[in-house]
């Protein structure tokens, strides 16, 4: 059965603290991992798609890594602003749908 | 509007009533989807429409739903004889064409069942 899995639930982080959120994934034949963001009562907002082993895309202060278990969402000099919860993704091999995680729930504090 | 649009924005009502929900996909995009999320959850798979057909519909949870896309825009998700238990945000996402694009959300409608 394809899954993803996302970890920790929640962090906590000061400003200025880096961390990472990391995602698991058991998707037959995936097709592309999805980062998204969701602020509380909105929907999911597009971050990156990676496709490949070893590739990286970045934005600001994320980036994204992707190997062929997991994923890695890097965050760099967190500000308050970055407070969401981060849903990773993965596409089925008919292209169909998206398999979510449970999201981690990132509060950053000044 | 530039993005994706759903309506209502809140729906309350009561177990065994039949409700409709809305989605107006962004203009020219030919693939649209239905999710379900729960409070904690992320988003669960419903419904997927390439065009005017449902592609795929294996995430429907039983017979009680029903979405339809008669022109190849807007679509409407059906749910009939509602039990408590279907009560989430119903997030709508709409993506210009089939494959691994980025899928656009809208901001969902969410369902209580009293």
């Known amino acids: 059965e394809d899954q993803v899995t996302q970890s920790p639930e929640a962090l906590r982080l000061q400003e200025g603290e880096s961390s990472s959120l990391n995602c698991s994934y058991t998707v037959s034949g995936l097709r592309g991992l999805f980062w998204y963001r969701q602020d509380p009562g909105k929907g999911p907002e597009f971050l990156f798609t990676l496709y490949s082993a070893g590739e990286e895309k970045e934005k600001e202060r994320l980036k994204a890594t992707l190997t062929k278990k997991e994923s890695f969402l890097h965050i760099t000099a967190p500000k308050p602003e970055d407070s969401a919860t981060y849903l990773c993704?993965?596409?089925?091999?008919?292209?169909?749908?998206?398999?979510f995680g449970k999201g981690t729930t990132l509060s950053v504090s000044s | 509007g530039a993005g994706v649009s759903q309506t209502p924005s809140n729906k309350v009502t009561e177990k065994g009533k039949y409700v409709e929900l809305r989605c107006d996909p962004i203009s020219g995009h030919t693939a649209l989807y239905w999710y379900r999320q729960s409070l904690g959850q992320g988003p669960e798979f419903l419904i997927y429409?390439?065009?005017?057909?449902?592609?795929?519909d294996s995430g429907l949870p039983n017979d009680r739903f029903f979405a339809v896309r008669p022109e190849g825009s807007v679509s409407t998700l059906k749910i009939q004889r509602t039990e408590r238990g279907d009560s989430a945000v119903y997030l709508c996402a709409s993506s210009p064409g089939p494959g691994p694009d980025e899928q656009f959300f809208g901001p969902g409608t969410r369902l209580t069942v009293l």
């Open positions: 993704a993965g596409e089925n091999q008919a292209g169909t749908a998206l398999i």
């Open positions: 429409f390439q065009g005017t057909g449902a592609a795929d």
